[in-house]
T-cell receptor, first 115, second 111 residues
């Protein structure tokens, strides 16, 4: 089975622009979480989606939004990009959320550079 | 106090030695604990999960959990140069569904 896929792998944008990142979870998994990882730090939670509904949101501004599609793939959108948005954006695939014990499997990430 | 704290490192051990990585967390209600390995420029890869007090072994890796003391550790036996990476501790804080990560410990295994 294919693992978690993310696209694009790398992206360069300028301040003020908008970006859309995409993720497809592991086959059979119905939930995705998005994390931001800046250099030298651990990943920080942005959103979790399950069955197209938002199940959790981290401490990020409204410039960040996401959605999940009927096939369980997901998009993360970031508007009005700031230099500080430069980071590795990770998508995690979860089989059935709601159980605190559920393991999350990460995709390869999208590295975003904002100039 | 950070919700999940790890010894900042970097940690260097000789090849064949035991590497010990530690993590403390703030919320006594946390139920699920994970160790991820992250090579430079790559995404985190799950190594171990642990949910009950005590030890859990998987090959050269042993995770230890002590909920009373609110710490979780990872031991790597017979360390190899290929184990050189950043190790991330992750916790489901309280009843939250998302993972809260520590800042990671960079491990270098010297040949």
């Amino acid at each position: 089975d294919a693992g978690v896929t993310q696209s694009p792998t790398h992206l360069i944008k300028t301040r003020g622009q908008q970006v859309t990142l995409r993720c497809s979870p592991i086959s059979g998994h119905k939930s995705v979480s998005w994390y931001q990882q800046v250099l030298g730090q651990g990943p920080q939670f942005i959103f979790q989606y399950y069955e197209k509904e938002e199940r959790g949101r981290g401490n990020f501004p409204d410039r960040f939004s996401a959605r999940q599609f009927p096939n369980y793939s997901s998009e993360l959108n970031v508007n009005a990009l700031l230099l500080g948005d430069s980071a590795l954006y990770l998508c995690a695939s979860i089989k059935t959320p709601g159980l605190a014990a559920e393991t999350q499997y990460f995709g390869p990430g999208t590295r975003l550079l904002v100039l | 106090q950070k919700e999940v704290e790890q010894n900042s490192g970097p940690l260097s051990v000789p090849e064949g030695a035991i590497a010990s990585l530690n993590c403390t967390y703030s919320d006594r209600g946390s139920q699920s604990f994970f160790w991820y390995r992250q090579y430079s420029g790559k995404s985190p890869e799950l190594i171990m999960s642990i949910y009950s007090n005590g030890d859990k072994e998987d090959g050269r890796f042993t995770a230890q959990l002590n909920k009373a003391s609110q710490y979780v550790s990872l031991l790597i036996r017979d360390s190899q140069p290929s184990d050189s990476a950043t190790y991330l501790c992750a916790v489901n804080i309280g009843s939250a569904r998302q993972l809260t990560f520590g800042s990671g410990t960079q491990l270098t295994v010297l040949p």
